[in-house]
């Protein structure tokens, strides 16, 4: 089992900035990819942001790229996601994930969630 626990939702005016942190423990060696994903109101779980637990490659979804980062520390366990520009529409409780497999974006295939930390930006 893998434990993920989310950091740093808040509320922020629209151009501001955030960052999220999720710390992992327990099996974390069967860890492939570490993924964000966040749910508005009314809509469907979507991807935001994907890393390799080891290595460099990373993916975003087209509507936060060149405005969000995701990066990693592996020496503590932790993925974070540098949020920058932020709009009203990026509102959404936000979720960390884990995943065994290759697929970054597709949230059927992460065996572990966070219980999600909420982001509001205010216009």
């Known amino acids: 089992q893998v434990q993920l626990v989310e950091s740093g939702g808040d509320l922020v005016q629209a151009g501001g900035s955030l960052r999220l942190s999720c710390a992992a423990s327990?099996?974390?060696?069967?860890?492939?990819?570490m993924g964000w994903f966040r749910q508005a109101p009314g809509k469907e779980r979507e991807f935001v942001a994907a890393i390799r637990w080891t290595g460099a490659s990373t993916s975003y979804a087209n509507s936060v790229k060149g405005r969000f980062a995701i990066s990693r520390d592996n020496a503590k366990n932790t993925v974070n996601l540098q949020m920058n520009s932020l709009k009203p529409e990026d509102t959404a409780v936000y979720y960390c994930?884990?995943?065994?497999?290759?697929?970054?974006?597709?949230?059927?295939?992460?065996?572990?969630w966070g219980q999600g930390t909420q982001v509001t930006v205010s216009s």
């Open positions: 327990g099996r974390t060696f069967s860890i492939y990819t």
């Open positions: 994930a884990a995943s065994r497999t290759n697929s970054p974006s597709m949230p059927d295939t992460y065996n572990y």
